[in-house]
């Protein structure tokens, strides 16, 4: 079939955790039917990137985003102005909506897939296709649970409403597309809670940013499929760890607010525990555009290391004795879980961080949700590195069986052969004539 693939971010290189999401969808997808790769990009080096995906795809087509004070402003009041969802309406772009435009009248696609929620806006203006909003989290719910850790003040007004209207507004994507994708069961429910909720907006097209009065909502039941996030274990194989390995990791991108929440919790509450009982342990923090207070942590105490991010992490990862995941907001799957599970690196998380994942606590991980609980397990393995590759196996088993892309998408293929089945018999018939 013809895909239209929509995507918020680049899907390469894979080396965050939207991207790799995107990127063995994308990998599953080409195996089997001819893609049309529309994406936003943010720099001249992602236009570059994107010649890495041309080999893959029929075709790529790259809309630059640009994020400025400027445009942030006036997405909120867009968003004030009618009540639609700020992070939606601050991601809308003319260029976008027009190149899709130009790509529904040049050819017809079967199926748009829609990439996160961002993109579901540009995917409605397909009017023939059938439609699948695959989904990496259920946005209003990791909003909501963000917006419950901020101190009171303006940022926590404007994400109290925001989480409110992403609410409606995804509940409402939900009813509109012939398929949904979900990465757990819990988002599942939480989609299908939000679809299920207010409907007084159904009917109008204008709820939607760039909406269509074509697009009107066909009372069609609520299809959301539960496919979780996969990687590829035959390309991340476990590492060849130090004995006297001290470090303990945390890895991911740090420009997004719940990491770098969590790793401020970890050095403040759980850090100088771990430190009394093991005086040589490190602590090294890797990922992308570290805020300030983060990166300020490595000059008040000399036993952290941030990084920033890393192409290749290749020695932090050998002399790594524990991965941890101290989140306390979040939504979806992590995929830092999924690469530590197969990169056979002992692992920390609280039950948020692995939430979605079917890895059992002393089994494939260490589970804690409070400070000292924390500290002891992260000391735990540090002291026994004979405790930390038992649970490294058993995680690596687990994610080659469940999390491996060659397993984890094939759901992927009876939803295409359902939508394909729905075109076919949505064709007019037309008399044979002798």
């Not at 867009?78 to 939606?88: F, I, K, V």
């Not at 961002?118 to 963000?146: P, T």
Request: hydrophobic share 40%; charged share 25%; glycine share 6%.
């Amino acid at each position: 079939m013809r895909v239209l693939l929509l995507t918020q971010v680049l899907p390469y290189p894979p080396d965050s955790g939207p991207k790799i999401k995107t990127y063995h969808v994308l990998r599953h997808l080409v195996e089997r039917h001819e893609v049309t790769l529309v994406s936003f990009i943010r720099s001249e080096e992602e236009r570059r990137q994107a010649d890495a995906l041309r080999s893959m795809c029929a075709d790529v087509h790259t809309v630059p985003m640009r994020r400025n004070l400027s445009g942030e402003l006036r997405g909120l009041l867009a968003s004030l102005l009618t009540g639609q969802p700020w992070m939606m309406t601050r991601d809308h772009r003319g260029a976008m909506a027009h190149r899709v435009d130009r790509l529904n009248a040049r050819r017809e696609f079967d199926i748009v897939h829609a990439d996160q929620l961002n993109m579901a806006q540009y995917a409605l203006r397909l009017s023939r296709a059938r439609k699948v909003l695959d989904l990496h989290n259920a946005l209003w719910l990791l909003y909501r649970r963000f917006w419950e850790t901020m101190p009171n003040g303006p940022r926590k007004w404007l994400l109290g409403r925001d989480w409110q209207l992403l609410r409606r507004y995804e509940g409402e994507m939900c009813r509109r597309f012939d398929a949904v994708l979900a990465v757990t069961d819990e988002d599942r429910r939480e989609l299908l809670e939000a679809a299920s909720g207010d409907r007084s907006a159904s009917g109008d097209a204008s709820y939607m940013v760039g909406g269509d009065s074509n697009h009107r909502l066909s009372h069609r039941p609520i299809n959301i499929s539960v496919i979780p996030i996969a990687i590829d274990t035959g390309a991340l194989r476990p590492i060849d760890r130090s004995p006297e390995a001290r470090t303990v990791l945390h890895i991911g991108t740090m420009y997004w607010p719940p990491n770098a929440q969590g790793v401020l919790w970890f050095v403040r509450e759980v850090w100088p525990q771990v430190k009394a009982a093991v005086p040589d342990a490190r602590f090294a923090i890797v990922g992308a555009r570290p805020p300030h207070e983060v990166q300020a942590l490595s000059q008040s105490d000399p036993s952290i290391e941030v990084t920033g991010y890393l192409p290749d992490p290749i020695d932090i990862l050998r002399r790594t004795a524990v991965s941890i995941v101290p989140l306390s907001a979040g939504s979806g799957m992590r995929v830092k879980i999924l690469e530590n599970f197969a990169r056979g690196l002992p692992t920390v998380s609280t039950t948020v961080g692995f939430e979605g994942i079917a890895a059992v606590p002393a089994r494939d991980l260490l589970a804690a949700d409070n400070a000292q609980e924390y500290a002891g397990a992260v000391i735990r393995l540090l002291r026994d590195p004979h405790e930390g590759r038992r649970l490294s196996d058993n995680a690596r088993r687990l994610v080659e069986t469940k999390y491996d892309y060659r397993v984890a998408c094939r759901p992927l293929d009876a939803i295409y052969a359902r939508l394909g089945s729905l075109n076919r018999t949505a064709q007019p018939v037309t008399a044979a004539t002798s």
